[in-house]
């Protein structure tokens, strides 16, 4: 098993579309978690951490659920500048080792 | 430009030959990262470093691939006696300190022919 697994899409919506993707993990000593958003042929860039407690950054919100060993990513209102490969984030070993996924493709239509 | 700096950002090389690539990382970022990626998968761990200290090596990293980082300040990655498996982006990452994100260079490109 992958220790950190998404589905890697893509993901066709329509602008203004509202779409989430989910991401689980299977060490359960994993401490910290994040979304980085990778464009084509770039490197990654954070998007958001993602606290226990859920958190909101404008059009995106992220959530974990330790117990489930599960992390979600809502997009509202999506935007065509949006189009971009997301990738789920969890650190283990004291954060320390950041073992990515293989990334969701996500394609925002006109 | 005081991000992350890899160099070169291309490099194609017979297969057997010998490459090291070369990473700056922010200044006084303490831990810092090699990854490799392919097309359509996420960065796959290689390596880490606090300061100087080599922490974790992946399974991965066969005999072939050393990565040292002398002061705890720049890093290097080898690859000896390349195949063209190894062809792949190599991304160097930094981070100031535990548990917080890393900071990304523009990756080194390898093609083995």
């Known amino acids: 098993r992958k220790e950190v697994e998404q589905d890697p899409g893509p993901f066709n919506v329509p602008e203004g579309a509202t779409v989430a993707f989910n991401c689980t993990y299977s060490n359960s000593a994993s401490q910290s978690f994040f979304w980085y958003r990778q464009d084509c042929r770039k490197e990654p860039k954070l998007l958001m951490s993602?606290?226990?407690s859920g958190n909101e950054d404008g059009r995106f919100t992220a959530q974990l659920n330790r117990a489930s060993q599960y992390i979600s990513l809502l997009i509202r209102d999506s935007k065509l500048s949006d189009s971009a490969t997301y990738l789920c984030?969890?650190?283990?070993?004291?954060?320390?080792?950041?073992?990515f996924g293989t990334g969701t493709q996500l394609k925002v239509e006109l | 430009d005081t991000g992350v700096s890899q160099n070169p950002r291309h490099k194609i090389t017979k297969r057997g030959q010998n490459v090291t690539f070369r990473c700056d990382p922010i200044s006084e970022h303490n831990r810092l990262y090699w990854y490799r990626q392919t097309l359509g998968q996420g960065p796959e761990f290689l390596t880490y470093f606090q300061n100087e200290a080599q922490l974790e090596k992946s399974r991965l990293l066969s005999d072939r691939f050393s990565a040292e980082r002398p002061k705890g300040s720049f890093s290097t990655l080898e690859i000896q006696r390349t195949e063209q498996g190894d062809s792949a982006m190599y991304l160097c990452?930094?981070?100031?300190?535990?548990?917080?994100?890393?900071?990304f260079g523009q990756g080194t490109r390898l093609t083995v022919v």
């Open positions: 990452a930094s981070s100031p300190g535990t548990s917080t994100e890393a900071f």
């Open positions: 984030v969890v650190g283990t070993g004291g954060g320390n080792k950041l073992t």
């Open positions: 993602v606290y226990s």
